[in-house]
């Protein structure tokens, strides 16, 4: 995917606020979201990125995770992946993958993350290591200038209000 193409209109599955939806990507639109893209997800994975979700927020961010469809079942949780207040996308049939063009062979400690903006058209692509140093370096990329500068040129009444409420779960639309 071409930096400034909209993000693809159809739907993900996605485990958000504790269930199971279909979401496209452009469920997004009207906030900037970087979507994290993982070749493995474990428990400890979801803990770093949960805490990370109020950063991101504070930003007028979304923080999302794209994980294997397998991540869920290959290994037991202490805590259920539903309770944690992080959208988690999958993509069984790997459709998002190859639309995206993500990297097939990533080791499983590295992320590449892409980063979207208001208008759902990608602005950024970032390859990094999944721990605290990595996710810093993604807050720090999303709140530069230059994602700025981009997000700023949507024309539309929404605001990041709508999206994103105070609390730390996100606010999704349906349908």
């Known amino acids: 995917m071409k930096i400034g193409t909209r ?3 159809w739907k993900t599955p996605c485990l958000l606020k504790g269930r199971w939806q279909y979401l496209p990507l452009t469920a997004f639109q009207g906030t900037q979201f970087v979507l994290c893209c993982l070749p493995a997800f474990a428990e400890k994975d979801a803990w770093l990125l ?3 979700v109020n950063r991101f927020q504070a930003g007028g ?3 999302a995770v794209l994980g294997p469809d397998n ?3 290959e290994n037991p949780w202490s805590r259920p992946p539903q309770d944690f207040g992080l959208p988690f996308l999958t993509d069984h049939l790997n459709r998002l993958g190859r639309t995206l063009h993500l990297s097939a062979s990533l080791p499983p400690h590295r992320c590449e993350t892409l980063f979207f903006d208001q208008r759902c058209c990608l602005q950024f692509r970032l390859f990094h290591d999944l721990n605290l140093r990595g996710i810093t370096t993604v807050l720090e990329v999303a ?5 700025r500068r981009s997000a700023g040129g949507l024309q539309s009444g929404l605001t990041n209000d709508h999206f994103l ?3 730390s779960s996100f606010e999704a ?3």
């Open 71 to 73: 991540a869920f079942l």
């Open 165 to 167: 409420p105070q609390s």
């Open 61 to 63: 961010i979304v923080l």
């Open 50 to 52: 949960e805490q990370q």
């Open 143 to 147: 709140e530069s200038d230059f994602c």
């Open 173 to 175: 639309p349906t349908g």
């Open 7 to 9: 993000a693809p209109m």
